[in-house]
């Protein structure tokens, strides 16, 4: 059991920012590949972006390049994904999920890659 924890969601405003946190206790996330996925209501669960465990390789999905980083840091053990120029297309419940490759320096975005998944985050944009 890797019991990973959501933290940072909520309403906010088309162009606006918002902050999500990922961490667990007990466990070193810096020994995991980590992915932020995201699910809307009545859709498809659709991977957002992954991080290595180096933590400088990362992977976005199309719609969210340019506005979306996802980072480590190190001192609160959190993978952060800051979430820029926010959308309506945006809303959905936001997973955190890690898993294990067999190299640091590499992710990729797909839910067969992930072993464990938090319990999910809202994120609104209304229009």
């Known amino acids: 059991q890797l019991p990973l924890v959501e933290s940072g969601g909520g309403l906010v405003q088309p162009g606006g920012s918002l902050r999500l946190s990922c961490t667990v206790s007990?466990?070193?996330?810096?020994?995991?590949?980590i992915g932020w996925f995201r699910q809307a209501p009545g859709e498809e669960r659709e991977g957002v972006a992954c991080?290595?465990?180096?933590?400088?390789?990362?992977n976005y999905i199309d719609s969210v390049k340019g506005r979306f980083t996802i980072s480590r840091d190190k001192t609160k053990n959190t993978v952060d994904l800051q979430m820029n120029d926010l959308k309506p297309e945006d809303t959905a419940v936001y997973y955190c999920?890690?898993?294990?490759?067999?190299?640091?320096?590499?992710?990729?975005?797909?839910?067969?890659?992930?072993?464990?998944w938090g319990q999910g985050i809202q994120v609104t944009v209304p229009s």
């Open positions: 999920a890690a898993g294990r490759v067999f190299s640091q320096f590499v992710c990729a975005i797909g839910e067969n890659l992930f072993t464990y």
């Open positions: 007990g466990f070193v996330l810096e020994n995991y590949e």
């Open positions: 991080v290595s465990r180096e933590g400088s390789f990362t």
